[in-house]
């Protein structure tokens, strides 16, 4: 009988215990009726700490557990997913998956991925570092951290705290095809948020750093500093009067333009024909000088995975070359229902990769002249149909190449379509962190909306 | 009466082999010298998910959560573990991780165990069971029939039906045990229409602490569905929004997000407390016209945002926040009341077991004002009617807040024009109900959509307005 780990146990021990809960759960389904079997298990542990205004202010002790299992009666499909995994709790969870399938309809294009797309080959992508760090290690990390910022300039005057958080986690995806994979993971971060005032109005701003390997975080002191000094740059900020201009997004808001993108040829939205981007294979989005990759395989990367959340095997390919679209981001279901393929991207894309340019941020603002660079979006505003983009949006407002007061309260609108097309240079200063990686963006015009 | 918390103790405790005394023991080992605060929060929730595309209900999700969350505060720190297993020695070595954040001492003295049963604002039903498998099939497939038969330039139909049966046990630490069973069902109709090549999307539902029988009855799921259909066929023909500063009117219900984003969360007491909030400080100022006053209300039967009582055991009430355009008070959980000198207001909510309570809205609404609706069009020369938003957020620390527009027309000379398309609405909070010129005397209240999302905690709310007329607010189309 499962139960929890209270035992200190090797990392190949628990990943080898939570594949025989697994195959036990497919077992268990098939005996009350399952074709098919998916079932995927996760467990994490982790520490969080936050410390504010030079003292502890929370400990958090995380232990996550959790089963998700999907079944399919012929193309009938039924889910259930449970945080308990004792033998009940799986029997209740195996029997309403079970019950939902019964009662859902045919899908003639729901089921398992097709057999040849699994992942066979399970390359160690570097990703299970674990940190010990005790709560007094990960507390003065934070003080620390919070300090540098705190004490940067006189202007910092309040702080909502530094925090530490550590959490590592392992999960196993097995299929009745035959599939019982798993791996773990680990994942570190530091990040700090201060306020500044001056003449009576506060600003807040944040940095913080990210990694599977606690030594490629960035320093306590370059955390805080920076999240200082992002915060001063903001004080007096203005609003400006509604005009069309140039619109350069810094690398840490540009990642969600490529998000919009990816959106736009997601599986689901294309066969639902939900998407400004419909038919596009082949098309020309971006100008010429636009390469963006998937790179699911990068050792450490905080999206790698050798396979997706159905168990295909990801390899690293071109989602746009020279500004022409070379493949949609698919499940298996809706690559069934465009008739295509899988591209390995259930569950979502893996180190999306967009192709840096010559200019660094410096430069940009140069080639840009006279504009607007933004630095914080706000509000969603984004219809994925028709590509109507509207945000609220702070940053600068830049004469000559140079940075001239922060601005805010205002938005910035226009059609993705166009804006992709009116890319006019993407910079080399990329932000590493997240799952997509971009330097800064620079959109040729735009409308901004102010006072 | 203590009927909901044997239920509770039958649901959570029981097949745990725990009783209230194994609770008492934990709590014991928590309370020490130097914890201010501690509380054993069990929840345990079933929820499901059906939905329906391209005419078949093709997907269904069963979900089964439990677990218990253990709290400690000393002063302004808070320590705190969860476990998924509820097996008492799982229980005692949460708390002895969790009582480090005192400074270690004497175990204290616990007062005896007392039952406290709020009145309850909604029934303590399992909305799971209030149809059948079978029923829930073919009312989405009816549902799915009839919302194509609305209008031939209806292409694609998506409609979704949730439902939660939650249960919470909190013992808190003057040994005080509270229980609460929370229903809550939502639906939703999203459509998308075509005409002449052009396609747009729109969606409509609601829900609350009901049963099922809330949307099978009485037409209320076809509400939705006209609701939706009404609003896709308003977008074909919508043109560019304007962009630039201008008189807005909102209308009434949903578009009291305005509320919610613009001062709700600058008023939560967490904030206020570390003097973070554009708000911070100023109780007793004026900060909207004389003619509004909002409240955030918790008690409301069946409502999407309301508890009987909040995930600290306090009682769910009704707080003026800003009376006749006079900021009167914060919202609070039991902590930040506490190291302000005040009393929680039942504001203390947590999305589950495996997260803190903080300060959240319930139902925030604005109260009617004395204009008929007509009136407050027909005073505007030139602005925009914005009718149905998708969405918002809020910087709370320099006040700025947006809210995106999915339905709004151009007003022109008193009369209601084009509709045009969904623009972002950017303003800045301490200023915005300062602007308010006209209020409406037609006050209503969201369907029972709104999800308020807070340090990564989500949490059912409601809002409501009567319709409004601010003076001054920045629309950000694309037309200059």
Known sequence: ?451 | MSDLIQQAESIILKPAGLVISDIDAVMSRLVSTGIDQADIYFQASRSESWVLEDGIVKDGNYNIEQGVGIRAVSGEKTGFAYSEELALPNLLEAANSVRAIAQRGQAGTLKPTAKHQMPALYAAMDPLASLTREQKVSFLKLIDQQTRQIDPRVEQVIISLVGVHEVVLVMTEDGQVSSDIRPLVRMNVSVIVEENGRREQASSGGGGRHGYEHFTNNDTAMTYAREAVRLALVNLTAIDAPAGNMTVVLGSGWPGILLHEAIGHGLEGDFNRKGSSAFSGRIGEMVASPLCTVVDDGTLEHRRGSLSVDDEGVQSQCTTLIEKGVLKGYMHDKMNARLMGQASTGNGRRESYAHLPMPRMTNTYMRAGHSEPGDIISSVKNGLYAVNFAGGQVDITSGKFVFSASEAYLIKDGKIGLPVKGATLIGNGPDVLTKVSMVGNDLEFDSGVGTCGKEGQSVPVGVGQPTLKIDALTVGGTHA
Not at chain 1, 115 to 143: G, Q, R, V
Not at chain 1, 181 to 190: A, E, L, P, T, V
Not at chain 1, 219 to 238: F, H
Not at chain 1, 251 to 271: K, S
Request: hydrophobic share 35%; charged share 20%; aromatic share 6%.
């Open chain 1, 1 to 451: 009988m499962p139960n929890t780990l209270t035992v200190p146990e090797s990392n190949e021990d628990k990943i080898n215990r939570l594949k025989n809960i697994a195959s036990d759960i497919i077992t268990e389904a098939k005996k009350q009726g399952a074709d098919h079997v998916e079932a995927a298990i996760s467990v994490g542990q982790g520490l969080s700490v936050n410390a504010r205004l030079g003292e502890v202010e929370t400990i958090e002790h995380h232990r996550d557990q959790g089963i998700a299992i999907t079944v399919y009666k012929g193309h009938k499909k039924g889910a259930a997913s449970s945080t308990k995994l004792n033998q009940s709790a799986i029997e209740e969870m195996v029997s309403a998956a079970c019950a939902i399938a019964r009662y859902a309809e045919e899908d003639p294009f729901s089921g398992l991925p097709d057999k040849e797309l699994l992942a066979t080959d399970f390359p160690d992508l570097s990703l299970y570092h674990p940190w010990s760090l005790s709560a007094e290690e990960a507390i003065k990390m934070a003080i620390d951290c919070e300090n540098a910022a705190r004490f940067y300039d006189k202007k910092i005057s309040n702080s909502e705290g530094g925090s530490v958080q550590s959490f590592e986690g392992s999960r196993v995806l097995a299929t009745s095809d035959g599939f019982n994979h798993g791996y773990s993971s680990s994942r570190h971060s530091m990040s700090c948020s201060v306020i500044g005032e001056h003449k009576g109005s506060m600003q807040r701003d944040y940095w913080y750093t990210v990694a599977r390997r606690a030594a490629d975080l960035e320093s306590a002191i370059q955390v805080g500093e920076m999240a200082a000094k992002r915060t001063i740059k903001r004080l007096d900020a203005r609003s400006l009067s509604t005009r069309k201009c140039p619109v350069m997004f810094a690398a840490e808001v540009a990642g969600g333009l490529i998000g919009h993108f990816v959106a736009a040829i997601r599986g689901g939205n294309l066969y639902r024909k939900s998407s400004f981007l419909l038919d596009s294979l082949q098309q020309q989005v971006f100008p010429s000088f636009i390469h963006i990759h998937e790179q699911p395989l990068l050792p450490q990367a905080m999206g790698s995975a050798s396979y997706d959340a159905e168990g295909v095997a990801t390899s690293a390919r071109h989602i746009v070359a020279s500004g022409v679209v070379q493949g949609y981001v698919l499940s298996s279901y809706s690559a069934r229902k465009l008739g295509m393929k899988s591209t390995a991207n259930a569950g979502g894309v893996h180190n999306l990769t967009v192709e840096p340019g010559e200019l660094g941020f410096d430069q940009m603002l140069a080639q840009m002249g006279t504009g607007l660079l933004v630095t914080e979006l706000i509000g969603q505003g984004v219809n994925t149909l028709t590509g109507d983009y509207s945000r609220g949006a702070a940053g600068f407002w830049v004469e000559n190449g140079q940075i001239q007061y922060p601005v805010e309260e205002i938005t910035i609108a226009g059609n993705l379509k166009d804006m992709y097309q009116n890319i006019v240079s993407v910079g080399n200063d990329v932000d590493n962190r997240g799952n997509t990686r971009t330097g800064s963006i620079l959109i040729s015009e735009m409308t901004l909306a102010g006072s």
